[in-house]
């Protein structure tokens, strides 16, 4: 709410700025795609309200623009309705893009790397470091200096420390330090070759503070005026500098505003690294305003949590501040229990008991005698909070035996599942299905539901039968892949009715949904074995429980009492909650985890401030540690119990274990002090609580009205469509009814896998070149897919430029068409990353321009005219005819396009993926080519030499045979639109300087010929005139002139 209030008050008051010069992060993907809505929203709101002059919500931004005069409120909805329409350019992301942006700006390439092969980089690392001390004792533990070393590449600025008060070999703890700091600067070494997801951040900190990216950065902080960082709490000391690295807060680069949004007692996440003394640290570095109205809760329920909160701390300099009431919501919305509840429980001192208070809780609440907004609550009103996955699931199955509807979401990982297992099952079978015993196996799981006490996993026909069946899903998961197999199963009769039966067929069936996207992603979404399906499914045991990629989804949709854990929750908003853990502050489990925490002064250390203790690779972990670790866990925990307790809208009950010893609870509120005291606090005796019955919900009326029946408008008229070139060809062949087609990569010609065209040119016939690798390899979809996928990935400046291809050739091209041809494909594609590109392009190579000079796979969306205003193809030619010379390349192809079989709609959306964008200085500025990589083979019977199939003329034909030339313009236009929105001070019509389009079966490096105007063989460029590409969007946009 308050980021995207900022967001529009500057938007809506400052007439320079546009949404694209705002830069947001947050902490996850979800939150992101959440905030974006939010703001977006909150625009469209807030330009509403305006031009309607109200303001029936009361916000504060739209009666601070309202109080403008008739001139400003215009000029501020102008603003707004600019940033409405321009909000795509709006940069609303993760920590990980906003990284990956300050990389990419910094010409290095941003592919990555799986997490398990940082894994694997650290393993081999520390094997080879240990090996080599192998000859010297005592001997280190592998497994925990893995742990040690892979904590220090996640957290950079982390000291190492080791207790020589407890380590008093002092020739061991220097081989120990040695040794560690050996393996972290190895494995950083091979990280920048191989940069894994999560070394994201530690490449652009090294970027932004090593000097290497100060373009880079004069680039960010030119292209954004604000950061704002939501959910800052949760940041860590790596990315604090980061951020003060693009906005510094001081000297001449301090040009920016950089807002950081945060709770400190919302600092949850600290298994994920965050740090919250370095949120504490910025915070004492800026100037702070903190937002002291609570606009979710009732007053009564604020009122509680002032008294219930009142002088807690929940870590060093982190203090509850009492927060006010709204002056319209003083009033509670519930009537039978009081706002605030605190339930006392005795001899509760295990998670089963626990269970089962929570569930009698629930229970009381909805059997009650209590309202909510004057009706009954019923089950979807509340939500359970718990902080471990195994309450949770204990919960919901009392719940369900109090015949009372639960869900659960967060509170485990799906890979813990049992569906998981009988998924794993099912592979097996799958791989081997004539083994009889996993035959067996499998037939017990809800996939087929056969007991093993049933007669039938004996009898040899039956087997066989199933043997069958299980043969034609590995079949389908060879051939389609894991998604196939899954509608496959899901489509069986007999199958959806076993996994679906009783209680918790809603739960194995999200289980199962939830497994098959996991897997599908894990495998590509291609075809695979049943053994590379296990593998995967293997790979994915290995995920964090909590993370929320695995994170168990709610089965169900319906009114239903939903238990979630606290991370889950954390940010949303319930009408009632429930609070429900022992809240043991010395259950503090760190014993197997790596021992980092905050050294302070008071521990008479040489150092201070965050570090890892070393000492626990040698069994010397000092007792200082030990104290700090459990202090932080219990701030944490505390804080833990805050974000529950602010999660109510309307009723908080949190459960409160009178006999958990080292509760952390009194270190929070006194219960006993609260009791009968004030008013806003009730607490009450568990023990006093009527027992739980069954629920039986609510009656619902009947409905009186009659269904009636819909009437149909006379005619439905078409005012919108979604198209593509590929789309548009074929309706003008006459292959589809309309032109609403999904775009093909490469643009080949029609859909041959493979071209079996002959009348190609003899094989006798020379080369005319010193080599053309590519000259007779297989034409066709197949192959043109494949390279465009080679010349994605590649890095064409790359210090080993042929073993690189070779590398990336591999992973596409394999089996027979590797034996036959990769070769040729290898040494093809390296002579055309070396082939000047000619014409305006001069001796220009792809290899010179290398990636920093190249966006790879452009994918985009450009919206088109209304379909009323009566745009077609045919104007795009008519549009050549009119602004093209006479001799202009494309100017046959103009009268082409003019032809009434081009009278094809251009109306809402078209898509496209342009194969490059190269930039290119000519003549001391920067022009950008549209590229698209051809693999089209056009020598034909007669050629007297194989590399004159690929003159200009030769490819002028081809393309415009396949219309190409109409791709590069809607690319063209497509381009114009992105600089015109991201780079407002370029002119964007001068600086796209045309389309180069390479038949790369021609290109055969220095060699390839060159006619007398500069125009290499193999690459076909044009160039447009003056002002043409602002004419062709205008086109689009509907202005036929």
């Known amino acids: 709410f308050s980021v995207a209030a900022l967001i529009v008050r500057a938007i809506a008051t400052d007439e320079s700025l546009s949404i694209s010069e705002i830069l947001v992060t947050t902490f996850t993907r979800n939150a992101a795609a959440e905030l974006r809505d939010r703001v977006r929203r909150r625009l469209v709101h807030t330009a509403k309200a305006l031009r309607d002059g109200n303001n029936p919500d009361g916000d504060a931004i739209v009666e601070m623009l309202q109080r403008g005069s008739t001139f400003d409120i215009r000029e501020s909805i102008n603003r707004i309705t600019r ?21 990419a700006l910094a010409g290095e390439t941003t592919a990555l790397a799986g997490e398990d092969d940082q894994a694997r980089i650290i393993a081999e690392v520390v094997n080879d470091a240990l090996v080599a001390q192998s000859t010297r004792t005592p001997v280190i533990d592998e497994e925990l200096l893995v742990a040690v070393v892979a904590k220090k590449i996640g957290e950079p ?3 190492m420390w080791i207790d020589t008060q407890v380590a008093t070999d002092s020739e061991l703890v220097q081989r120990l330090q040695r040794l560690v700091a050996h393996c972290v600067s190895q494995v950083e070494e091979k990280l920048e070759e191989h940069p894994s997801f999560d070394f994201l951040i530690r490449r652009a900190h090294t970027l932004v503070h090593g000097g290497k990216a100060a373009t880079a950065l004069r680039e960010f902080r030119r292209k954004y005026r604000y950061l704002i960082v939501d959910e800052a709490q949760d940041t860590d000391s790596q990315q604090w500098e980061i951020f003060r690295g693009i906005f510094p807060i001081e000297g001449e680069q301090a040009t920016g505003t950089l807002i950081a949004v945060g709770d400190p007692k919302q600092s949850i996440y600290k298994f994920r690294g965050a740090d919250i003394d370095a949120y504490t640290r910025e915070r004492a570095k800026g100037v702070v305003r903190t937002l002291r109205t609570n606009y979710r809760s009732d007053g009564p329920v604020i009122d509680g949590l002032n008294a219930l909160f009142d002088g807690a701390t929940f870590g060093e300099d982190i203090s509850y501040v009492n927060v006010n009431v709204p002056k319209d919501n003083h009033e509670s919305a519930v009537v039978g229990v009081e706002p605030v509840e605190v339930v006392t429980l005795s001899e509760v001192t295990n998670n089963s008991d626990l269970a089962d208070a929570a569930s009698s809780r629930v229970a009381q609440l909805l059997n009650g005698t209590t309202l909510l907004h004057g009706n009954p609550i019923v089950p979807k009103d509340i939500v359970v909070l718990v902080k471990s996955g195994a309450v949770g699931s204990r919960v919901e199955r009392n719940l369900r035996r109090l015949s009372i509807p639960a869900v659960s979401t967060g509170t485990a990982s799906v890979m813990q599942s049992e569906t998981a297992e009988h998924f794993r099952v099912l592979l097996r079978a799958l791989e081997r299905f004539a083994d009889a015993s996993r035959v067996r196996h499998v037939l017990g799981t809800p996939f087929f539901g056969v007991p093993l006490t049933s007669r039938a996993i004996l009898d040899d026909n039956f087997i066989s039968h199933i043997q069958e069946q299980l043969s034609d899903w590995a079949t389908i998961l060879r051939r389609s892949g894991v998604a196939a197999l899954s509608a496959t199963v899901l489509s069986d009769a007999d199958t959806i009715a076993m996994l679906s039966a009783g209680l918790g067929g809603e739960r194995r069936l999200t289980d199962f949904s939830h497994l098959t996207d996991l897997l599908f992603a894990e495998t590509g979404g291609a ?25 168990r989804r709610v089965e169900s949709d319906s009114d239903a009492v939903q238990i979630m854990t606290i991370h889950v929750a954390k940010g949303l908003e319930f009408p009632v909650v429930v609070v429900a853990d022992l809240w043991h502050g010395a259950l503090f489990n760190g014993g197997n985890e790596v021992p980092v925490f905050r050294l302070r002064q008071e521990d008479n250390q040489v150092v201070s401030g965050r ?23 219990c701030e944490e925990y505390s804080r833990l119990l805050y974000v529950a307790a602010t999660r109510a809208k309307h009723h908080v009950s949190i459960l409160h274990a009178l006999d958990v010893s080292d509760s952390i609870v009194p270190q929070l509120f006194d219960a006993d002090a609260l009791a009968g005291k004030n008013p806003s606090v009730t607490v009450v005796d568990g023990a ?35 198209t593509s070139f590929t789309g548009i060809t074929d309706k003008q062949k006459g292959d589809s009814s309309h032109a609403h087609m999904e775009t093909q990569s490469g643009g080949e010609e029609g859909e041959r896998i493979f071209s079996r065209v002959t009348g190609y040119a003899a094989v006798s016939v020379e080369f005319g070149v010193p080599a053309m690798p590519l000259a007779r390899i297989p034409g066709g979809t197949h192959i043109g897919k494949i390279l465009h996928s080679v010349y994605e990935l590649i890095d064409p ?52 321009l290398g990636v920093p000079h190249r966006a790879a796979e452009m994918s985009f969306e450009m919206s088109l005219a209304h379909l ?36 094809i709609p251009l109306a809402g959306l078209i898509n496209g993926s342009i194969d490059a964008l190269l930039r290119v200085s000519i003549n001391g500025s920067d022009q950008f080519f549209i590229s698209d990589y051809k693999s089209n083979r056009l020598d034909r019977e007669g050629d007297d030499l194989l590399i004159n199939a690929y003159s200009q003329d030769r490819m002028l034909v081809e ?3 396949h219309h190409y030339p109409l791709q590069a313009l809607i690319y063209g236009a497509a381009i114009y639109r992105f600089l015109r929105w991201r780079a407002p001070h370029l002119d964007a019509n001068a600086a796209i300087g045309g389309f180069a389009y390479m038949f790369i079966r021609g290109m055969t490096g220095p060699e390839t010929p060159a006619d007398e105007s500069g125009r290499r063989n193999g690459v076909l460029t044009w160039s447009p005139p003056v002002g043409f590409w602002s004419q062709l969007s205008d086109l689009f946009a509907g202005k036929i002139s």
Request: aromatic letters at 4%.
């Open 83 to 103: 940033a409405i329409i321009e909000f795509d350019t709006a940069t609303i992301s993760t920590i990980h893009s906003v990284c990956t942006k300050i990389i």
């Open 157 to 159: 600025l982390t000291g």
């Open 527 to 551: 075809g695979c074995s049943p053994t590379q399906a296990l593998e995967a499914l293997a790979e994915l045991h290995l995920v964090n429980p909590t993370s929320e990629t695995v994170s």
């Open 611 to 633: 570090v890892v203790d070393i000492g626990w690779v040698i069994g010397a972990e000092s007792p200082i540690g030990g104290v700090r670790r459990l202090e932080e866990a």
């Open 688 to 722: 006093t609580l009527p027992p739980a019955r069954s629920y039986k919900a609510p009656e619902i009326a009947a409905s009186t009205h009659a269904p009636g029946t819909a009437t149909m408008p006379e005619a439905v008229i078409q005012t919108y469509r979604r």
């Open 797 to 848: 400046a790359h210090h080993d430029l042929h073993e690189h291809v070779h590398a990336v050739v591999k992973r596409f091209v394999t089996g027979d068409l590797y034996t036959a041809h990769g070769a040729s494909i290898v040494d093809g594609v390296v002579l055309s990353l070396t082939t000047p590109l000619g014409s305006r392009l001069s001796d220009v190579t792809l290899q010179a």
């Open 868 to 903: 009323r205003s009566g745009v077609t193809v045919q104007h795009v030619g008519k549009l050549l005819q009119r602004v093209l010379p006479a001799d202009d390349l494309l100017m046959p192809y103009a009268h082409t396009l003019s032809h009434h079989s081009f009278n």
């Open 959 to 961: 393309m415009e045979h």
